[in-house]
T-cell receptor
Framework: AQKITQTQPGMFVQEKEAVTLDCTYD???????LFWYKQPSSGEMIFLIY??????QNATEGRYSLNFQKARKSANLVISASQLGDSAMYFC?????????????FGKGITLSVRP | GAVVSQHPSRVICKSGTSVKIECRSL??????MFWYRQFPKQSLMLMAT?????????EQGVEKDKFLINHASLTLSTLTVTSAHPEDSSFYIC?????????????FGSGTRLTVV
């Protein structure tokens, strides 16, 4: 079974509107972390937001928030007030365990296009 | 914040030659380095994990003799693609993590686009 599932092949959003990018995960670990990264066409991986499995509050970072529903094993990214520069590929990733040397497992990614 | 410098950003090499990619952690000690490969429009595939001073652990299906990883110091890790062939053309990206001091998460290099002709 896939550990990280991103099923939306491509998303379109109008500039200034909000958009939700879906991510579900599968793990039997109690301690894990969920990440979202943005990858523009230049290829760099830009860290957006992190949610720990024990965090009770949903993570927020500026225009990014993570809708963490632990029982449903979902960690959707919400981008508010979309900007043209948000057009990129977005990856959800999970770290199982708490060690700094734990590897990340990535989803397939979602392409987001912001329309002017 | 933590920064990882990856070089070169682009390289074109002839089939049969070897190419070395470097990743340096500039302001922290990278106890663990991850190396990924990414094909266009696809996800990152983990190739190997290396801890400083130890042999790298390769993922299933990755040829360790072809993709040589060295992590001799806490600030430098290298990936050497030996006897490169056109099918090795891809985007390679490193990611560093540290068990020392503040955990910055996973810091990625900017990636290397390898083209083998």
């Amino acid at each position: 079974a896939q550990k990280i599932t991103q099923t939306q092949p491509g998303m379109f959003v109008q500039e200034k509107e909000a958009v939700t990018l879906d991510c579900t995960y599968d793990t039997s670990d109690q301690s894990y972390g969920l990440f979202w990264y943005k990858q523009p066409s230049s290829g760099e991986m830009i860290f957006l937001i992190y949610q720990g499995s024990y965090d009770e509050q949903n993570a927020t970072e500026g225009r990014y928030s993570l809708n963490f529903q632990k029982a449903r094993k979902s960690a959707n990214l919400v981008i508010s007030a979309s900007q043209l520069g948000d057009s990129a590929m977005y990856f959800c990733a999970m770290r199982e365990g708490s060690g700094a040397n734990s590897k990340l497992t990535f989803g397939k990614g979602i392409t987001l296009s912001v329309r002017p | 914040g933590a920064v990882v410098s990856q070089h070169p950003s682009r390289v074109i090499c002839k089939s049969g030659t070897s190419v070395k990619i470097e990743c340096r952690s500039l302001d922290f000690q990278a106890t663990t380095m991850f190396w990924y490969r990414q094909f266009p429009k696809q996800s990152l595939m983990l190739m190997a994990t290396s801890n400083e001073g130890s042999k790298a652990t390769y993922e299933q299906g990755v040829e360790k003799d072809k993709f040589l990883i060295n992590h001799a110091s806490l600030t430098l890790s290298t990936l050497t693609v030996t006897s490169a062939h056109p099918e090795d053309s891809s985007f390679y990206i490193c990611s560093a993590s540290s068990e020392q001091g503040v955990w910055y998460g996973y810091t990625f290099g900017s990636g290397t686009r390898l083209t083998v002709v």
